[in-house]
């Protein structure tokens, strides 16, 4: 059964026009992860939500947003993409305590940017 | 990169060979992930070594780590054909996941 679930798997947009992604668990972990990844590149983290903490990465692009409102649930906002966000988006999840355990991914979600 | 760099970038084997990729990371760790990933999917967790470790079996795995060096490496025994993926190497610093830039596989049937 799939415990971190995206959706869109494939979404189409027309430049400048905001999409929104959305990620949800069953694993009841307390962080999640949004993650960019381009063609034949490593995935890279965008930002991370640690409960209701936000955590931006500080070459995250003001173009995109986030917003967590509860525990299963995070989407992903852009607000006017452009050419250069193509990608696949990723999200994950990871229960992290005293150890920081593993990454559980979803499947992803592929944008195209026309 | 946010992590550091992993190789060879691409690697094509006959199946039945041996794969051996390595990682290098730029901090301190108190374990490092390798994770698996088949085109156009998510990625997939593989093994975690902690810092302590030297070396970890799992399956046709074998990962080890040299913390002095700041390196790790995962080696493939008698490899598939559905062995063929990408493969990286995170570490976690505090809440957040770093990944190399990852090594393509290819094994040949």
């Known amino acids: ?114 | 990169s946010q992590q550091g760099e992993e190789d060879p970038q691409a690697l094509s084997i006959q199946e039945g060979e041996n794969a051996t990729m390595n990682c290098s990371y730029k901090t301190s760790i108190n374990n490092l992930q390798w994770y698996r990933q088949n085109s156009g999917r998510g990625l997939v967790h593989l093994i975690l070594i902690r810092s302590n470790e030297r070396e970890k079996h799992s399956g046709r795995l074998r990962v080890t780590l040299d913390t002095s060096k700041k390196s790790s490496s995962l080696l493939i025994t008698a490899s598939r054909a559905a062995d063929t993926a990408s493969y990286f190497c995170a570490t976690p610093n505090f809440n957040k996941f770093y990944f190399g830039s990852g090594t393509k596989l290819n094994v040949k049937p």
């Open chain 1, 1 to 114: 059964d799939a415990m971190v679930i995206q959706n869109p798997r494939y979404q189409v947009t027309q430049f400048g026009k905001p999409v929104t992604l959305s990620c949800s668990q069953t694993l009841n972990h307390n962080v999640m992860y949004w993650y960019q990844q381009k063609s034949s590149q490593a995935p890279k983290l965008l930002f991370h939500y640690y409960d209701k903490d936000f955590n931006n990465e500080a070459d995250t692009p003001d173009n995109f947003q986030s917003r967590r409102p509860n525990t299963s649930f995070c989407f992903l906002d852009i607000r006017s993409p452009g050419l250069g966000d193509a990608a696949m988006y990723l999200c994950a999840t990871s229960r992290v305590g005293q150890f920081t355990g593993e990454l559980f991914f979803g499947e992803g979600s592929r944008l195209t940017v026309l």
